[in-house]
Nanobody
Framework: QVQLVESGGGLVQPGGSLRLSCATSGIMFKIYDMNWYRQAPEKQRELVATITSSGRTNYVDSVKGRFIISRDTAKSTVSLQMNSLKPEDTAVYYC????????????WGQGTQVTVSS
């Protein structure tokens, strides 16, 4: 059974930091690309950050220089360090595991709420 379980969300003031973690089980973690998505109220889900199986990273422009994605293959976890948080970062953040190719596989976590407010 595949499980992706996010943790670390919460309420933080503007300018603050949070670290999200996603613990995975039931997948061969080392071959999956890992993503963090977010969805704000009444907005489409947005890809925030990616770390490939080889460790390459990519970020949406709005978080570049503030967020850092990392992975720990030994623990089968992926993390998102979020610094200098802004109110517009408020959203539900989702962990996503992706195995590109044919067949294509993907798995989602249940999401964790991040609220940036004073």
């Amino acid at each position: 059974q595949v499980q992706l379980v996010e943790s670390g969300g919460g309420l933080v003031q503007p300018g603050g930091s949070l670290r999200l973690s996603c613990a995975t089980s039931g997948i061969m973690f080392k071959i999956y690309d890992m993503n963090w998505y977010r969805q704000a109220p009444e907005k489409q889900r947005e890809l925030v950050a990616t770390i490939t199986s080889s460790g390459r990273t990519n970020y949406v422009d709005s978080v570049k220089g503030r967020f850092i994605i990392s992975r720990d293959t030994a623990k089968s976890t992926v993390s998102l360090q979020m610094n200098s948080l802004k109110p517009e970062d408020t959203a539900v953040y989702y962990c996503h595991a992706e195995l590109p190719g044919a067949p294509y596989y993907e798995h989602w976590g249940q999401g964790t709420q991040v609220t940036v407010s004073s």
